[in-house]
């Protein structure tokens, strides 16, 4: 379920201008959004990005903790602070990490339309307007049962090419898929740049159970 924001406590910020000199002035330059689901990847590739040294840590910081605790007491720059102190986890590299799961969508892109300056734009120029130079990755599973929600229609209806990444190429290749993602933001990658995946794979026999149930109650009697 996604959270409902109230207005009555979150009231209009300052111009997006002055949010936007905020994240550069922290040395933001660019900014990498890994866009997913539950389960497909995004944490083994934020880990295998942040460990090359060549960008930030790609976090969820628009989850259920901060719907939670951040968003019922933030005050007029209450958001402004929080994504601004967020930065602080690009690590002198640049480059700045949010992972979003589909269901944070709708709360990211309302808050960030609460600054000045904004009004009559749509997802993609309301994202420009903030970040420096974002990139986008879609991560999803060729198994659409175990992704359960895609990301298709967001990234057409803004016409947005993100750089596609599967589950199961990940996990084949962690490497290669790292250095995909690399190069889409830019960075300098050394040829003999080690990187290899430390994250389990979190899939078990129950998640493979549940959809082994799902696909039976689909099928004709």
């Known amino acids: 379920m996604i959270a409902v ?24 330059e660019r900014t990498l959004f890994i866009c997913s689901t539950p ?7 934020g880990d295998l990005l942040a460990d090359t040294g060549l960008v930030g840590h790609a976090d969820e910081y628009f989850g259920e903790v901060f719907r939670q605790d951040v968003v019922p007491g933030l005050s007029r720059r209450g958001f402004d602070d929080y994504l601004v102190a967020c930065t602080q986890h690009a690590h002198g590299t640049g480059t700045f990490g949010i992972k979003l799961h589909w269901d944070q969508v709708e709360v990211f892109l ?4 609460l600054r000045r300056g904004l009004h009559g734009l749509d997802d ?8 420096p130079s974002p990139s986008f990755v879609w991560m999803r599973r060729r198994d659409t049962v175990a992704q359960a929600v895609s990301w298709r229609r967001f990234f057409a209806a803004n016409a947005i090419d993100p750089l596609r990444v599967t589950y199961e190429e990940l996990a084949a290749d ?3 898929e790292a250095r995909r993602v690399l190069a889409l933001v830019g960075a300098d990658v050394p040829g003999d740049l080690p990187i290899a995946a430390v994250t389990e794979r979190q ?7 549940w959809i082994r149930r799902y696909r039976e109650l689909g099928r004709p009697g």
Request: aromatic fraction near 6%.
């Open 124 to 131: 993609a120029a309301v994202i420009e307007a903030i970040f």
């Open 110 to 113: 309302y808050l960030l339309r």
């Open 5 to 28: 924001v109230r207005t009555s406590v979150v009231r209009l910020g300052s111009h997006v201008s002055t949010l936007r000199r905020r994240i550069k002035a922290a040395g933001v």
């Open 203 to 209: 899939a078990d026999a129950v998640n493979e159970d």
């Open 39 to 45: 389960r497909t990847g995004s944490t083994m590739l």
């Open 174 to 176: 962690p490497a290669f």
